[in-house]
């Protein structure tokens, strides 16, 4: 059995950087992990990458070649991809062992996870190959500075867990940033009944009905939760790390430690 964390969210959401710094943590750890970068556009790495899409295709060649802007070659780039699964990504994966973590760093186009199927089959073949996948969901904490905003973050989460079919673990990313922890505490476990009082008094009465529906839908999926991350502190991607290994049932045998994070932090 293999493990392995498919990191998405929406562009410039911290994917990269929480990659790379994943892979210090764990070499300070003495864990070993594999990055792995599915994304065709990427040029500069923090990480060593050890399995790279670009070998497979090049998004410049095909921006040049059918005349696409970015975003259409990445998504031509992906299905060419789910297109090689079995050449391409089977013989990749040979290299990895049983037992082996890695982590795919995947582009940011919000399309890949929530109706291009390139991805889906990415999973799937992944789990013919063995592999317990998690899917691991970043949201830009600068961007939840109110309830209509944190709802959209939500929403476009969920279409992704929805879309893949995989536990899934959403990160509050960039935890650095936030001034007032004060203002982000209230989003990381709230109470549906208090987001749709918020809702209600942001938006007109006419919008009453759905935002019910949409506080119900967030609700029932039990999606109302993320994890903050803050990368400056080992202690914080320790305890993301372990909310995802459990997710995959990483380390069940053997006996993982799993470091106290910082009491202010209010984690549960
Ligand atoms: N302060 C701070 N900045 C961050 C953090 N994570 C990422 N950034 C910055 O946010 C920007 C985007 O980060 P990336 O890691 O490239 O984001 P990404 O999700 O991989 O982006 P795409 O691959 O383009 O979708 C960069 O300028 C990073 O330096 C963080 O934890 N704290
Ligand atoms: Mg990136």
């Given at each position: ?8 969210g929406?562009?410039?959401?911290g ?19 594999h990055?792995?970068n ?10 060593p990458v ?24 990445l ?11 079995d050449?391409w ?8 062992m ?34 317990n ?8 904490s ?16 969920l279409?992704?867990?929805?879309q ?14 936030v ?16 987001l ?6 942001r ?8 935002n ?47 470091k ?9």
């Open positions: 059995m293999g493990y392995a964390q498919l990191v998405i929406p562009a410039g959401s994917k990269s950087t929480y990659c790379s710094s994943l892979y210090q943590h764990c070499e300070a750890t003495r864990r070993t992990i990055i792995v599915l994304d065709p556009a990427a040029e500069n790495f923090d990480y050890a399995i790279d899409i670009r070998e497979l295709i090049s998004l410049d060649d095909v921006m040049e070649e059918y005349g696409l802007g970015p975003n259409g070659a998504i031509y780039c992906m299905e060419h991809l789910e297109e090689n699964l050449e990504l089977t013989e990749e994966l040979e290299n990895y049983e037992d082996d973590y890695l982590v795919f760093d995947c582009p940011g186009q919000i399309e890949l996870f929530s109706h291009v199927s390139a991805l889906k089959n990415f999973v799937e073949h992944l789990q013919r190959k063995n592999f996948v998690c899917a691991v969901y970043l949201l830009d600068q961007f939840i500075t109110d309830v209509t905003k944190f709802i959209s973050g939500c929403m476009s989460s279409s992704a867990m929805i893949l079919e995989l536990p899934h673990v959403n990160i509050l990313s960039k935890m650095d940033l001034t007032r922890k004060r203002d982000i505490e209230d989003y990381l476990n709230p109470e549906p009944m208090t749709l009082s918020e809702l209600n008094k938006m007109g009465p006419q919008f009453q009905k759905l019910k529906a949409l506080i119900d839908l967030v609700d029932q999926y039990s999606m109302v939760s993320f994890v903050p991350l803050d990368l400056r502190k080992e202690s914080s991607i320790q305890y993301v790390l372990s909310q995802i290994d459990s997710c995959i049932q990483y380390g069940e045998d053997a006996d993982v430690k799993i106290d994070f910082d009491e202010d932090e209010d984690q549960d």
